[in-house]
Protein backbone atom coordinates (compact mmCIF):
# COMPACT_ATOMS: atom_id res chain seq x y z
CA UNK A 1 0.00 0.00 0.00
CA UNK A 2 1.50 3.32 -0.60
CA UNK A 3 -0.78 6.46 0.20
CA UNK A 4 0.25 9.40 2.26
CA UNK A 5 0.14 8.59 5.66
CA UNK A 6 1.68 9.38 8.74
CA UNK A 7 0.11 7.75 11.79
CA UNK A 8 -2.81 5.35 10.81
CA UNK A 9 -4.97 6.57 13.74
CA UNK A 10 -4.35 10.01 12.49
CA UNK A 11 -5.59 9.72 9.10
CA UNK A 12 -9.07 10.92 9.34
CA UNK A 13 -8.23 13.90 11.98
CA UNK A 14 -5.58 15.13 9.55
CA UNK A 15 -7.98 14.73 6.54
CA UNK A 16 -10.83 16.78 8.32
CA UNK A 17 -8.04 19.36 9.58
CA UNK A 18 -7.25 19.88 6.45
CA UNK A 19 -10.30 19.81 4.64
CA UNK A 20 -11.20 23.07 7.34
CA UNK A 21 -8.01 24.97 6.96
CA UNK A 22 -8.13 24.90 3.07
CA UNK A 23 -12.14 26.02 3.26
CA UNK A 24 -12.02 28.16 6.29
CA UNK A 25 -14.44 30.80 4.43
CA UNK A 26 -16.92 28.18 4.42
CA UNK A 27 -16.79 25.64 7.10
CA UNK A 28 -15.21 24.96 10.83
CA UNK A 29 -14.53 21.98 12.80
CA UNK A 30 -15.31 20.96 16.00
CA UNK A 31 -13.26 17.74 17.87
CA UNK A 32 -14.17 15.26 20.36
CA UNK A 33 -17.22 14.67 19.26
CA UNK A 34 -15.92 15.55 15.47
CA UNK A 35 -18.44 17.39 13.01
CA UNK A 36 -17.98 19.96 10.67
CA UNK A 37 -20.62 23.01 10.13
CA UNK A 38 -21.28 25.95 8.20
CA UNK A 39 -19.00 28.80 9.63
CA UNK A 40 -21.98 31.44 9.42
CA UNK A 41 -24.57 29.68 10.47
CA UNK A 42 -28.13 30.97 8.95
CA UNK A 43 -31.41 31.34 10.99
CA UNK A 44 -34.92 30.45 10.42
CA UNK A 45 -34.25 27.17 8.54
CA UNK A 46 -34.53 23.94 8.44
CA UNK A 47 -30.97 22.49 9.59
CA UNK A 48 -30.00 20.00 7.75
CA UNK A 49 -27.49 17.72 8.73
CA UNK A 50 -25.80 14.10 6.39
CA UNK A 51 -22.78 12.12 7.63
CA UNK A 52 -21.60 9.00 7.30
CA UNK A 53 -18.52 6.59 6.83
CA UNK A 54 -14.99 8.72 5.72
CA UNK A 55 -13.29 7.42 2.02
CA UNK A 56 -16.30 9.03 -0.30
CA UNK A 57 -14.80 12.73 -0.24
CA UNK A 58 -16.44 15.40 -1.25
CA UNK A 59 -19.58 13.29 0.34
CA UNK A 60 -20.47 14.67 2.71
CA UNK A 61 -18.21 17.36 3.99
CA UNK A 62 -17.60 19.09 0.67
CA UNK A 63 -21.34 19.94 0.37
CA UNK A 64 -21.44 22.07 3.36
CA UNK A 65 -22.61 25.69 3.10
CA UNK A 66 -25.18 27.91 1.56
CA UNK A 67 -27.82 26.21 -0.48
CA UNK A 68 -26.29 22.73 1.19
CA UNK A 69 -25.92 21.13 4.31
CA UNK A 70 -25.78 22.83 7.75
CA UNK A 71 -23.48 20.50 9.19
CA UNK A 72 -21.95 16.82 8.29
CA UNK A 73 -20.81 14.22 10.54
CA UNK A 74 -17.90 11.97 9.57
CA UNK A 75 -17.39 8.46 10.43
CA UNK A 76 -14.00 6.39 10.35
CA UNK A 77 -13.48 4.78 7.05
CA UNK A 78 -16.18 3.19 5.22
CA UNK A 79 -17.92 3.28 9.31
CA UNK A 80 -20.84 5.05 10.20
CA UNK A 81 -20.65 8.28 12.40
CA UNK A 82 -22.11 7.82 15.86
CA UNK A 83 -25.24 9.44 17.72
CA UNK A 84 -23.11 11.66 20.02
CA UNK A 85 -21.72 13.43 16.50
CA UNK A 86 -25.10 13.97 15.25
CA UNK A 87 -26.45 14.95 18.82
CA UNK A 88 -23.35 17.41 19.04
CA UNK A 89 -23.91 19.04 15.78
CA UNK A 90 -27.38 19.31 16.19
CA UNK A 91 -27.44 21.33 19.22
CA UNK A 92 -24.87 23.50 18.38
CA UNK A 93 -27.07 25.12 15.53
CA UNK A 94 -29.99 26.80 17.11
CA UNK A 95 -33.03 26.32 14.84
CA UNK A 96 -37.11 26.85 15.56
CA UNK A 97 -37.58 24.65 12.21
CA UNK A 98 -36.49 21.39 13.15
CA UNK A 99 -33.40 19.10 12.09
CA UNK A 100 -33.40 17.44 9.17
CA UNK A 101 -30.97 14.37 8.91
CA UNK A 102 -30.05 13.12 5.50
CA UNK A 103 -29.03 9.05 6.00
CA UNK A 104 -27.82 7.23 2.89
CA UNK A 105 -29.37 3.37 3.54
CA UNK A 106 -26.82 1.28 5.03
CA UNK A 107 -27.86 -0.77 8.52
CA UNK A 108 -24.60 0.84 10.58
CA UNK A 109 -25.77 4.62 9.29
CA UNK A 110 -29.72 3.83 9.85
CA UNK A 111 -29.00 2.59 13.10
CA UNK A 112 -27.01 5.89 14.51
CA UNK A 113 -28.55 8.39 13.31
CA UNK A 114 -32.18 6.49 14.52
CA UNK A 115 -30.43 6.52 17.88
CA UNK A 116 -29.53 10.11 17.62
CA UNK A 117 -32.91 10.87 16.36
CA UNK A 118 -34.41 9.17 19.31
CA UNK A 119 -31.98 11.54 22.12
CA UNK A 120 -32.43 14.42 20.76
CA UNK A 121 -34.65 16.43 21.94
CA UNK A 122 -35.31 19.08 19.05
CA UNK A 123 -38.46 18.05 16.11
CA UNK A 124 -36.33 15.91 13.77
CA UNK A 125 -37.22 14.09 10.67
CA UNK A 126 -34.98 11.51 8.53
CA UNK A 127 -34.93 10.73 5.08
CA UNK A 128 -32.85 7.86 3.66
CA UNK A 129 -31.16 7.94 0.61
CA UNK A 130 -31.68 4.63 -1.50
CA UNK A 131 -30.96 5.71 -5.21
CA UNK A 132 -28.71 2.71 -6.34
CA UNK A 133 -30.65 0.29 -8.28
CA UNK A 134 -27.80 -2.49 -8.86
CA UNK A 135 -28.59 -4.59 -5.83
CA UNK A 136 -31.15 -5.05 -3.69
CA UNK A 137 -30.10 -6.21 -0.46
CA UNK A 138 -25.96 -6.06 0.11
CA UNK A 139 -23.38 -6.25 2.37
CA UNK A 140 -24.66 -3.70 4.63
CA UNK A 141 -28.01 -2.62 3.67
CA UNK A 142 -31.48 -3.95 3.67
CA UNK A 143 -32.66 -2.59 0.73
CA UNK A 144 -31.34 -0.38 -1.72
CA UNK A 145 -27.80 1.57 -1.15
CA UNK A 146 -27.76 4.94 -0.76
CA UNK A 147 -25.09 6.19 -3.95
CA UNK A 148 -23.82 9.35 -5.63
CA UNK A 149 -27.74 10.61 -6.32
CA UNK A 150 -27.38 11.59 -2.63
CA UNK A 151 -25.83 14.87 -3.47
CA UNK A 152 -28.84 15.02 -6.27
CA UNK A 153 -30.77 15.37 -2.73
CA UNK A 154 -28.90 17.59 -0.78
CA UNK A 155 -28.47 19.87 -3.56
CA UNK A 156 -32.67 20.17 -3.72
CA UNK A 157 -33.91 20.22 -0.08
CA UNK A 158 -30.96 22.31 0.55
CA UNK A 159 -32.01 24.86 -1.81
CA UNK A 160 -35.33 24.23 -0.46
CA UNK A 161 -34.84 24.64 3.30
CA UNK A 162 -32.77 28.19 2.56
CA UNK A 163 -36.17 29.62 1.41
CA UNK A 164 -37.42 28.93 5.05
CA UNK A 165 -39.73 25.51 4.32
CA UNK A 166 -40.80 23.32 6.63
CA UNK A 167 -39.58 20.45 7.75
CA UNK A 168 -42.17 18.21 6.59
CA UNK A 169 -41.55 20.15 3.55
CA UNK A 170 -38.03 19.30 2.98
CA UNK A 171 -38.84 16.02 3.50
CA UNK A 172 -41.19 15.70 1.33
CA UNK A 173 -39.12 17.19 -1.31
CA UNK A 174 -35.81 15.23 -0.77
CA UNK A 175 -38.12 11.76 -0.82
CA UNK A 176 -39.31 12.70 -3.92
CA UNK A 177 -36.02 13.31 -5.45
CA UNK A 178 -34.62 10.29 -3.95
CA UNK A 179 -37.18 8.18 -6.01
CA UNK A 180 -36.70 9.78 -9.37
CA UNK A 181 -33.38 9.53 -9.01
CA UNK A 182 -31.47 5.66 -10.25
CA UNK A 183 -27.48 4.94 -9.53
CA UNK A 184 -25.54 2.23 -11.00
CA UNK A 185 -21.72 1.82 -10.38
CA UNK A 186 -18.73 -0.36 -12.05
CA UNK A 187 -15.20 -0.78 -10.21
CA UNK A 188 -12.30 -1.38 -12.49
CA UNK A 189 -10.14 -2.00 -9.31
CA UNK A 190 -10.46 -2.11 -5.58
CA UNK A 191 -9.97 -0.07 -3.05
CA UNK A 192 -7.72 -0.62 -0.02
CA UNK A 193 -8.73 1.10 3.55
CA UNK A 194 -5.79 2.78 5.03
CA UNK A 195 -6.02 0.61 8.11
CA UNK A 196 -7.03 -2.96 6.14
CA UNK A 197 -3.41 -2.07 4.16
CA UNK A 198 -4.53 -4.26 1.48
CA UNK A 199 -7.46 -4.38 -1.30
CA UNK A 200 -10.96 -4.90 -0.37
CA UNK A 201 -11.49 -7.53 -3.05
CA UNK A 202 -9.95 -8.80 -6.41
CA UNK A 203 -10.20 -8.47 -9.18
CA UNK A 204 -8.49 -9.84 -12.30
CA UNK A 205 -7.02 -7.21 -14.68
CA UNK A 206 -9.29 -7.98 -17.39
CA UNK A 207 -12.50 -7.79 -14.79
CA UNK A 208 -15.17 -5.45 -13.66
CA UNK A 209 -17.25 -5.35 -11.00
CA UNK A 210 -21.21 -4.32 -12.30
CA UNK A 211 -23.13 -3.15 -9.47
CA UNK A 212 -20.27 -1.90 -6.86
CA UNK A 213 -21.30 -0.43 -3.93
CA UNK A 214 -18.77 2.44 -2.71
CA UNK A 215 -17.61 0.58 0.10
CA UNK A 216 -16.11 -1.82 -2.77
CA UNK A 217 -19.16 -4.71 -1.98
CA UNK A 218 -20.10 -6.72 -4.27
CA UNK A 219 -22.45 -6.02 -6.87
CA UNK A 220 -24.67 -7.49 -9.82
CA UNK A 221 -21.85 -9.56 -12.10
CA UNK A 222 -18.30 -9.43 -12.74
CA UNK A 223 -18.15 -9.44 -16.22
CA UNK A 224 -14.54 -9.04 -18.22
CA UNK A 225 -13.70 -5.54 -19.43
CA UNK A 226 -15.09 -4.39 -22.65
CA UNK A 227 -14.79 -1.27 -24.66
CA UNK A 228 -16.46 1.79 -23.01
CA UNK A 229 -20.03 2.18 -24.60
CA UNK A 230 -20.87 -1.58 -23.94
CA UNK A 231 -20.14 -1.15 -20.20
CA UNK A 232 -22.00 2.44 -20.35
CA UNK A 233 -25.03 0.59 -22.02
CA UNK A 234 -25.36 -1.80 -19.48
CA UNK A 235 -25.56 0.84 -16.46
CA UNK A 236 -28.20 3.21 -18.38
CA UNK A 237 -30.24 0.01 -19.28
CA UNK A 238 -30.41 -0.90 -15.30
CA UNK A 239 -30.90 2.64 -14.50
CA UNK A 240 -33.95 2.64 -17.33
CA UNK A 241 -35.61 -0.88 -15.95
CA UNK A 242 -35.66 0.70 -12.35
CA UNK A 243 -37.53 3.75 -13.35
CA UNK A 244 -39.81 1.23 -15.36
CA UNK A 245 -39.73 -0.77 -12.19
CA UNK A 246 -40.64 2.82 -9.95
CA UNK A 247 -43.64 3.26 -12.51
CA UNK A 248 -41.95 6.73 -13.50
CA UNK A 249 -43.56 7.10 -17.01
CA UNK A 250 -41.26 8.78 -19.70
CA UNK A 251 -42.57 11.45 -22.04
CA UNK A 252 -40.59 13.55 -24.56
CA UNK A 253 -41.30 16.48 -22.29
CA UNK A 254 -39.31 15.02 -19.64
CA UNK A 255 -35.83 16.70 -18.79
CA UNK A 256 -33.10 14.70 -16.32
CA UNK A 257 -30.29 15.57 -15.27
CA UNK A 258 -27.70 12.98 -16.06
CA UNK A 259 -24.47 12.74 -13.15
CA UNK A 260 -21.43 10.93 -13.97
CA UNK A 261 -19.57 10.17 -10.71
CA UNK A 262 -15.99 9.03 -10.68
CA UNK A 263 -14.48 6.40 -7.43
CA UNK A 264 -11.59 8.53 -6.72
CA UNK A 265 -9.05 6.67 -9.03
CA UNK A 266 -10.77 7.09 -12.75
CA UNK A 267 -9.55 10.73 -14.69
CA UNK A 268 -11.91 12.86 -15.56
CA UNK A 269 -10.92 12.51 -19.36
CA UNK A 270 -12.61 9.13 -18.98
CA UNK A 271 -15.58 10.17 -17.31
CA UNK A 272 -16.23 12.64 -19.52
CA UNK A 273 -15.62 9.71 -22.22
CA UNK A 274 -18.64 8.20 -20.17
CA UNK A 275 -20.72 11.26 -20.27
CA UNK A 276 -20.54 11.49 -23.64
CA UNK A 277 -21.39 7.72 -24.20
CA UNK A 278 -24.50 8.09 -21.60
CA UNK A 279 -25.37 10.90 -23.54
CA UNK A 280 -25.89 9.17 -27.27
CA UNK A 281 -27.47 6.23 -25.39
CA UNK A 282 -30.40 8.37 -23.64
CA UNK A 283 -31.20 10.23 -26.94
CA UNK A 284 -31.58 7.00 -28.68
CA UNK A 285 -34.36 5.92 -25.91
CA UNK A 286 -35.81 9.36 -26.63
CA UNK A 287 -34.73 11.39 -22.88
CA UNK A 288 -33.68 14.65 -22.94
CA UNK A 289 -30.76 15.93 -20.62
CA UNK A 290 -30.92 19.68 -19.76
CA UNK A 291 -28.64 19.59 -16.55
CA UNK A 292 -25.47 17.23 -16.02
CA UNK A 293 -22.77 17.05 -13.40
CA UNK A 294 -19.23 15.26 -14.34
CA UNK A 295 -16.79 14.33 -11.61
CA UNK A 296 -15.41 13.25 -7.93
CA UNK A 297 -18.35 13.60 -6.33
CA UNK A 298 -19.26 10.07 -3.82
CA UNK A 299 -15.85 8.46 -4.35
CA UNK A 300 -14.93 5.26 -2.65
CA UNK A 301 -11.39 5.90 -1.82
CA UNK A 302 -8.84 4.87 -4.08
CA UNK A 303 -11.31 2.72 -6.53
CA UNK A 304 -10.89 3.10 -10.27
CA UNK A 305 -14.47 3.29 -11.49
CA UNK A 306 -17.46 5.11 -12.19
CA UNK A 307 -21.24 5.66 -11.37
CA UNK A 308 -24.36 6.75 -13.44
CA UNK A 309 -26.75 8.56 -11.55
CA UNK A 310 -30.04 10.09 -13.46
CA UNK A 311 -32.66 12.23 -11.99
CA UNK A 312 -35.99 12.72 -13.45
CA UNK A 313 -36.66 16.55 -13.08
CA UNK A 314 -39.70 18.35 -12.74
CA UNK A 315 -40.28 22.28 -12.19
CA UNK A 316 -39.70 21.81 -8.52
CA UNK A 317 -36.45 19.84 -8.36
CA UNK A 318 -34.71 21.63 -11.66
CA UNK A 319 -35.68 25.01 -9.78
CA UNK A 320 -33.89 23.70 -6.68
CA UNK A 321 -30.89 22.24 -8.42
CA UNK A 322 -30.48 25.15 -10.50
CA UNK A 323 -30.51 27.65 -7.17
CA UNK A 324 -27.38 29.55 -5.86
CA UNK A 325 -24.97 27.10 -3.81
CA UNK A 326 -21.82 27.45 -1.83
CA UNK A 327 -19.79 24.87 -0.71
CA UNK A 328 -16.01 23.61 -1.00
CA UNK A 329 -17.44 21.01 -4.11
CA UNK A 330 -19.93 22.53 -5.95
CA UNK A 331 -20.80 26.12 -6.38
CA UNK A 332 -22.58 28.40 -8.76
CA UNK A 333 -24.43 31.43 -9.09
CA UNK A 334 -23.06 32.71 -5.92
CA UNK B 1 -23.17 -9.42 40.59
CA UNK B 2 -20.90 -6.25 41.47
CA UNK B 3 -19.44 -3.66 39.27
CA UNK B 4 -16.06 -5.27 40.38
CA UNK B 5 -16.94 -8.00 38.62
CA UNK B 6 -18.40 -6.10 35.73
CA UNK B 7 -14.84 -4.36 35.30
CA UNK B 8 -13.25 -8.19 35.49
CA UNK B 9 -15.47 -9.35 32.74
CA UNK B 10 -14.30 -6.85 30.47
CA UNK B 11 -10.62 -7.53 30.76
CA UNK B 12 -11.25 -10.86 30.27
CA UNK B 13 -13.54 -10.30 27.32
CA UNK B 14 -10.86 -7.79 25.80
CA UNK B 15 -8.32 -10.84 26.42
CA UNK B 16 -10.87 -13.44 24.43
CA UNK B 17 -11.07 -10.73 21.61
CA UNK B 18 -7.17 -10.38 21.04
CA UNK B 19 -6.46 -14.27 21.60
CA UNK B 20 -9.15 -14.44 18.55
CA UNK B 21 -7.67 -12.07 16.35
CA UNK B 22 -7.01 -14.24 13.72
CA UNK B 23 -10.11 -16.02 14.14
CA UNK B 24 -12.06 -13.32 13.76
CA UNK B 25 -10.44 -11.36 10.78
CA UNK B 26 -10.76 -14.34 8.65
CA UNK B 27 -14.50 -14.96 9.35
CA UNK B 28 -15.04 -11.08 8.50
CA UNK B 29 -13.09 -11.48 5.73
CA UNK B 30 -14.79 -14.21 4.21
CA UNK B 31 -18.47 -12.75 4.73
CA UNK B 32 -18.18 -9.08 6.22
CA UNK B 33 -15.85 -5.80 5.11
CA UNK B 34 -12.80 -6.88 7.36
CA UNK B 35 -13.23 -4.45 10.00
CA UNK B 36 -15.08 -6.65 12.54
CA UNK B 37 -12.47 -7.36 14.73
CA UNK B 38 -11.11 -3.64 14.82
CA UNK B 39 -14.42 -2.75 15.80
CA UNK B 40 -14.43 -4.92 18.50
CA UNK B 41 -10.97 -4.09 20.01
CA UNK B 42 -11.48 -0.98 19.58
CA UNK B 43 -14.66 -1.21 21.69
CA UNK B 44 -13.29 -3.67 24.25
CA UNK B 45 -9.84 -0.79 24.88
CA UNK B 46 -12.50 1.79 25.44
CA UNK B 47 -14.71 0.09 28.01
CA UNK B 48 -11.33 -1.19 30.12
CA UNK B 49 -9.81 2.10 29.97
CA UNK B 50 -13.14 3.61 32.09
CA UNK B 51 -12.25 1.02 34.94
CA UNK B 52 -11.54 4.12 37.41
CA UNK B 53 -14.85 5.90 36.37
CA UNK B 54 -16.91 3.23 36.70
CA UNK B 55 -15.54 1.38 39.47
CA UNK B 56 -17.31 3.57 42.44
CA UNK B 57 -21.04 3.20 40.34
CA UNK B 58 -23.93 0.74 40.55
CA UNK B 59 -23.84 -2.06 38.36
CA UNK B 60 -26.93 -0.75 36.59
CA UNK B 61 -25.00 3.19 36.14
CA UNK B 62 -22.28 1.01 34.83
CA UNK B 63 -23.81 -1.13 32.36
CA UNK B 64 -25.47 2.33 31.16
CA UNK B 65 -22.00 3.94 30.74
CA UNK B 66 -20.84 1.33 29.25
CA UNK B 67 -23.55 1.34 26.72
CA UNK B 68 -23.08 5.14 25.74
CA UNK B 69 -19.53 4.67 25.05
CA UNK B 70 -19.88 2.18 22.97
CA UNK B 71 -22.62 3.82 20.95
CA UNK B 72 -20.16 6.96 20.36
CA UNK B 73 -16.95 4.37 20.04
CA UNK B 74 -17.93 2.36 17.64
CA UNK B 75 -19.96 3.36 14.67
CA UNK B 76 -20.98 0.81 12.36
CA UNK B 77 -23.95 -1.50 13.13
CA UNK B 78 -22.10 -2.99 16.18
CA UNK B 79 -22.16 0.48 17.96
CA UNK B 80 -26.43 0.73 18.30
CA UNK B 81 -26.68 -2.80 18.82
CA UNK B 82 -24.50 -3.69 21.57
CA UNK B 83 -25.23 -0.19 22.79
CA UNK B 84 -28.89 -1.08 22.82
CA UNK B 85 -28.10 -4.00 24.50
CA UNK B 86 -26.32 -2.72 28.14
CA UNK B 87 -28.63 0.42 28.16
CA UNK B 88 -31.82 -1.73 28.23
CA UNK B 89 -29.76 -4.52 30.63
CA UNK B 90 -29.39 -1.67 32.81
CA UNK B 91 -32.79 -0.68 33.16
CA UNK B 92 -33.92 -3.93 33.93
CA UNK B 93 -31.04 -4.37 36.58
CA UNK B 94 -31.76 -5.43 40.05
CA UNK B 95 -31.32 -2.92 42.88
CA UNK B 96 -28.26 -3.45 44.98
CA UNK B 97 -28.13 -6.76 47.37
CA UNK B 98 -31.09 -8.14 44.68
CA UNK B 99 -29.33 -9.56 42.26
CA UNK B 100 -30.16 -13.01 41.89
CA UNK B 101 -29.51 -15.57 38.78
CA UNK B 102 -32.90 -15.33 37.50
CA UNK B 103 -33.15 -11.06 37.79
CA UNK B 104 -29.60 -11.12 35.77
CA UNK B 105 -31.06 -13.48 33.29
CA UNK B 106 -34.45 -11.23 33.19
CA UNK B 107 -31.99 -8.33 32.10
CA UNK B 108 -29.64 -10.07 30.18
CA UNK B 109 -33.05 -10.65 27.83
CA UNK B 110 -34.18 -7.17 28.08
CA UNK B 111 -30.33 -6.85 26.36
CA UNK B 112 -31.33 -9.02 24.01
CA UNK B 113 -34.87 -7.98 22.61
CA UNK B 114 -33.05 -4.50 22.33
CA UNK B 115 -30.71 -5.67 19.89
CA UNK B 116 -33.62 -8.08 18.17
CA UNK B 117 -35.55 -4.61 18.29
CA UNK B 118 -32.57 -1.87 16.94
CA UNK B 119 -31.64 -4.76 14.35
CA UNK B 120 -35.16 -5.81 12.85
CA UNK B 121 -33.69 -9.27 13.40
CA UNK B 122 -34.51 -12.37 14.96
CA UNK B 123 -33.50 -16.07 14.88
CA UNK B 124 -31.76 -17.95 12.30
CA UNK B 125 -30.71 -14.88 9.82
CA UNK B 126 -27.21 -15.64 10.47
CA UNK B 127 -26.42 -13.05 13.28
CA UNK B 128 -25.34 -12.65 16.59
CA UNK B 129 -28.65 -13.59 17.23
CA UNK B 130 -28.22 -16.97 16.94
CA UNK B 131 -25.94 -16.94 20.00
CA UNK B 132 -27.78 -14.43 21.80
CA UNK B 133 -31.28 -15.96 21.79
CA UNK B 134 -30.64 -19.70 22.05
CA UNK B 135 -28.07 -18.37 25.41
CA UNK B 136 -30.73 -15.88 27.19
CA UNK B 137 -33.75 -18.45 26.60
CA UNK B 138 -31.66 -20.97 28.65
CA UNK B 139 -30.45 -18.32 31.13
CA UNK B 140 -34.13 -17.60 32.01
CA UNK B 141 -35.32 -21.64 31.99
CA UNK B 142 -32.57 -22.81 34.42
CA UNK B 143 -32.28 -19.63 36.64
CA UNK B 144 -36.43 -20.07 36.84
CA UNK B 145 -35.36 -24.07 37.56
CA UNK B 146 -33.13 -22.53 40.44
CA UNK B 147 -30.36 -24.01 38.90
CA UNK B 148 -26.86 -23.08 40.41
CA UNK B 149 -24.34 -20.76 38.76
CA UNK B 150 -21.68 -23.28 38.02
CA UNK B 151 -24.57 -25.63 35.91
CA UNK B 152 -25.99 -22.58 34.40
CA UNK B 153 -22.12 -21.25 33.34
CA UNK B 154 -21.52 -24.56 31.41
CA UNK B 155 -25.09 -24.84 29.86
CA UNK B 156 -24.86 -20.96 28.61
CA UNK B 157 -21.35 -21.89 27.08
CA UNK B 158 -22.19 -24.96 25.43
CA UNK B 159 -25.52 -23.31 23.92
CA UNK B 160 -23.05 -19.99 22.67
CA UNK B 161 -21.19 -22.63 21.07
CA UNK B 162 -23.95 -24.46 19.46
CA UNK B 163 -25.85 -21.58 18.46
CA UNK B 164 -22.56 -20.26 16.66
CA UNK B 165 -22.31 -23.83 14.62
CA UNK B 166 -25.63 -22.90 13.67
CA UNK B 167 -24.86 -20.23 11.52
CA UNK B 168 -22.10 -21.83 9.96
CA UNK B 169 -25.28 -23.62 7.45
CA UNK B 170 -27.70 -19.84 7.27
CA UNK B 171 -28.42 -18.30 4.76
CA UNK B 172 -28.08 -14.37 6.18
CA UNK B 173 -31.13 -12.19 5.93
CA UNK B 174 -29.48 -9.53 7.62
CA UNK B 175 -26.32 -8.19 8.78
CA UNK B 176 -23.19 -7.90 7.12
CA UNK B 177 -23.34 -10.99 4.61
CA UNK B 178 -26.75 -10.80 3.64
CA UNK B 179 -25.61 -9.77 0.25
CA UNK B 180 -24.08 -12.58 -0.36
CA UNK B 181 -27.41 -14.95 0.03
CA UNK B 182 -25.97 -18.50 -0.44
CA UNK B 183 -22.41 -17.67 -0.76
CA UNK B 184 -22.30 -17.74 2.68
CA UNK B 185 -23.34 -20.36 3.58
CA UNK B 186 -20.76 -22.92 5.13
CA UNK B 187 -18.95 -19.98 6.76
CA UNK B 188 -19.61 -18.83 10.74
CA UNK B 189 -21.10 -15.51 11.31
CA UNK B 190 -18.18 -13.50 12.51
CA UNK B 191 -20.87 -11.71 15.04
CA UNK B 192 -21.94 -14.30 16.17
CA UNK B 193 -18.68 -15.76 16.95
CA UNK B 194 -17.56 -12.47 19.18
CA UNK B 195 -20.46 -13.15 21.13
CA UNK B 196 -19.75 -16.94 21.77
CA UNK B 197 -16.20 -15.36 22.81
CA UNK B 198 -18.16 -12.73 25.36
CA UNK B 199 -20.08 -15.22 26.41
CA UNK B 200 -17.65 -17.60 26.86
CA UNK B 201 -15.01 -15.42 28.87
CA UNK B 202 -17.77 -13.91 31.20
CA UNK B 203 -18.70 -17.82 31.97
CA UNK B 204 -15.19 -18.31 32.55
CA UNK B 205 -14.36 -15.69 34.79
CA UNK B 206 -17.94 -16.61 37.16
CA UNK B 207 -16.74 -20.30 37.16
CA UNK B 208 -13.10 -19.28 38.56
CA UNK B 209 -13.05 -19.58 42.43
Redesign the interface.
Given at each position: MKKFINKLDDVLLESLSGFAEAHADIVKLALDPHFLSRKNQALNKVVLISGGGSGHEPLHVGFIGYGMLDAACPGHVFTSPTPDQMLAAAQSISTNKGVLFIVKNYAGDVMNFEMAAEMLNIENATIYTSDDCAVLNSTYTEGRRGVAGTIVVEKCVGSLAETGASLAECKALGEKVNQRTSSIGVALTSCTVPAAGRPTFNLAEDEIEMGVGIHGEPGRRRLKMQEADAVVKECVEAILADWQQKQLSLTEQHETLLLINGFGATPLMELYLIYHSATKLLKQHGICITRSLVGNYTTALDMAGASVSLCLLDDEIKYHWDSPVHTAAMRWKC | MHTSFILDAAKAIQQSILNNEAALESLDREI????HY??MKRGAQAIVSMQEELVSLSAALALNKIGLKL???????????L??FFMSMAKQWPAAGKADLLSIALAFDAGVQAIML???AGLGEKTMLDVLIPVSQQFKQLAEKKQTKAFICIALMESAEQGLINTRDLIA????????GERAMGHLDPGAKSCQLIITAVCQLALAP
Open positions: - | GDGDINLSTLGGASGPLASRGKTKGRAAGL
